[in-house]
C-alpha cells in the first residue's frame, strides 16, 4: 500500500516562501510522475505542478515563475518550493503520485494534504 506523506505548510505573509514536502513509503521511481493539487475552499481541486520520472516538469499558469517541483528520488520525496506567495495560494495543498500498467489501468494514490495560507 503506497502511503505518501506530506509535511511543510503553514502561515504566512504575502511575499514568503514556503517549502512542502512529500514522503514516499516506496520508491518514487516507480511512479510515471507525481505532482502537487490544491483545493481553496468552495473550489475545485487544481493541478499546481506535476514532475515526471524522466524529471519533466510542467506548472499552472498561476504558479509560474514562482514554484518550483523537485525530486530526491534517494529519500523518495518529492517536493514543492513556494516563493512570493500570494492570499490566493491559501488552500489545502495535496501530494499525488501515479501510476500507468502496460494494460492502460491508472492508479492515483493522495497524501492527506496539508494547509497553506498566505496573510495580506
Known amino acids: 500500500q503506497v502511503q505518501l506523506v506530506e509535511s511543510g505548510g503553514g502561515l504566512v505573509q504575502a511575499g514568503g516562501s514556503l517549502r512542502l514536502s512529500c514522503a514516499a513509503s516506496?520508491?518514487?521511481?516507480?511512479?510515471?510522475?507525481m505532482a502537487w493539487y490544491r483545493q481553496a475552499p468552495g473550489k475545485q481541486r487544481e493541478l499546481v505542478a506535476a514532475i515526471t520520472s524522466g524529471g519533466t516538469t510542467n506548472y499552472a499558469d498561476s504558479v509560474k515563475g514562482r514554484f518550483t517541483i523537485s525530486r530526491d528520488n534517494a529519500k523518495n520525496t518529492v517536493y514543492l518550493q513556494m516563493n512570493s506567495l500570494k492570499p490566493e495560494d491559501t488552500a489545502d495543498y495535496y501530494c499525488?503520485?501515479?501510476?500507468?500498467?502496460?494494460?492502460?489501468?491508472?492508479?492515483?494514490?493522495w497524501g492527506q494534504g496539508t494547509q497553506v495560507t498566505v496573510s495580506s
Open positions: 499525488n503520485a501515479h501510476k500507468t500498467f502496460p494494460w492502460g489501468t491508472r492508479n492515483d494514490y
Open positions: 516506496g520508491s518514487i521511481f516507480s511512479f510515471n510522475a
